[in-house]
């Protein structure tokens, strides 16, 4: 039986990644981050808090608050050239209310140095699988918008554009849009989904 575009989109949106150059070859290793990784993943994250837009938090959290914030549930990677981190990407909760509970929102950010070599695409590699075998439903991803290299990774995973939120942040002296990305993380939808409604 012919499948729905529907069901197309989803079974494409579960094609594993390309596992791209990122590894043995350039010397980053990928692997679970843990509360040690804190230190190395605030030191990524900082400079993009102080002059950038693809956050808009206003200051840099200190490794303690970043280690509180992996301790969600949800998973975290790291990307690591030697003892340094390099890269990380993470799951957090969409939104509070109970029946959001299947749908997180994933982010990604490199070392400046790290940025195109594959190393984001390997990141979500292996984010994305775990949040399927979790049972989650629903991946979301918002970007301060433009990104062309976020918008490229993020329809290389499997992310579809679903809308723009016009004019919701005003950093560095300017508004912005955010753009939302989604991609389903089944290929059926589970009725009721796991844990029950
Ligand atoms: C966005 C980011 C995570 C992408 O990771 P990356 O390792 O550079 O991306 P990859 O090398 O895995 O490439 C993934 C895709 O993006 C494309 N890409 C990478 N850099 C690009 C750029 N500067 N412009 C356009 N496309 C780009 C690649 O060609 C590839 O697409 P393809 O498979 O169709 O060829 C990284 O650039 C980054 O950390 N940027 C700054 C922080 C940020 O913007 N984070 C996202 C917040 S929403």
Redesign the pocket.
Known sequence: MAESAAEQGRAADLRPL?A?P?GSSTGVEVRPAGVADAAGIAAVYAP?VHS?V??FEGEPPPPAVLATRMTTGLPWFVACAGPEVV?YAYASPHHERAAYRWTVEC????APA?????????LYGRLLPVLSERGLVTAL????LP????I??H??AGFHQVGVLPQVGFKLGAWHDVGLWARSLVRDLPVPPAGGD
């Open positions: 390309p791209g990122a993009y950038g693809a956050t890269g982010t990604v950010y490199l790290a940025c195109g070599q594959g190393v984001g695409s390997a991803a918002k970007i301060t990104n062309a290299a976020s490229a990774l329809e290389r």
